[in-house]
């Protein structure tokens, strides 16, 4: 009777390890296929805005001001998927199982991919004329931005208002592994966080959504829905 008892805690002890092991190498195949998942999307954001680049740079020696329009749809077609794929490489950061060197890398992409579409946006408007609004939004994943999950909100909230004139690019001041985040930071002398750089103007701390919206609308030629 004895032996049976021990013989079923071993099949007992086995099959948890099993169990243990299989969650673990789940875990891991889970964070393969996000890491994947993540490149390829990457990859895809470099040819689109490779062809961006040189849709712009057609309009700009054909002067085809036609073709405007078009891009400039395209433009915010992919900031508003850039955006998507920030939101699944954070979620992908706080798997437990994740590689923090291929996070760095794939950080880094997304990261130099918002820095390129604002600087896009901002030719599209010189080439363009398109009435258009660029917010760099800074800020960080340290603990003592207490306000940055209430500005990020209220982006949302503004964005969902002034949909294609208002282009939002995030930038997570705390990763300086991208030496351009430094670069952008001292330019506009951002020292705290929520802080916003809108058409060149630095704005620092929390700017509530009153507050926003209303320089927004003062630098909209035509004023949108919701100015």
């Known amino acids: 009777m004895r032996q049976i008892s021990i013989r079923n805690y071993i099949v007992a002890g086995i099959i948890t390890l099993l169990v243990f092991v299989t969650g673990i190498m789940l875990g ?6 996000r890491v994947s998942f993540s490149e390829e999307q990457i990859s895809i954001h470099r040819l689109e805005l490779d062809s961006l680049q040189l849709q712009y740079l057609f309009i700009d020696q054909q002067n085809a001001q036609s073709n405007c329009a078009a891009i400039s749809l395209a433009l915010e077609d992919n900031v508003k998927k850039l955006a998507v794929l920030g939101d699944k490489i954070e979620t992908f950061s706080k798997d437990i199982n994740f590689n ?17 579409y604002w600087l896009i946006a901002e030719k599209a408007k010189k080439i363009c004329s398109t009435d258009t609004v660029s917010v760099l939004y800074f800020y960080s994943n340290e603990e003592e931005c207490f306000d940055c999950s209430t500005q990020s909100r209220i982006l949302t909230h503004l964005k969902g208002t002034f949909k294609d004139k208002l282009l939002v690019f995030s930038i ?7 030496p351009l985040v430094p670069i952008l930071r001292h ?4 020292t705290k966080f929520p802080s916003l750089a809108i058409e060149g103007e630095p704005l620092y701390g929390l700017v509530k959504e009153e507050e926003l919206s209303k320089k927004l609308c003062s630098i909209y030629v035509n004023k949108p829905e919701g100015c």
Request: net charge negative.
């Open 172 to 178: 997570d001041s705390s990763f300086t592994q991208e």
């Open 100 to 116: 923090e060197k291929e996070f760095d890398t794939l950080k880094r992409e997304y990261v130099l991919a918002q820095i390129r």
């Open 28 to 33: 891991v195949t889970t964070s393969e296929s």
């Open 187 to 190: 330019t506009y002398n951002i």
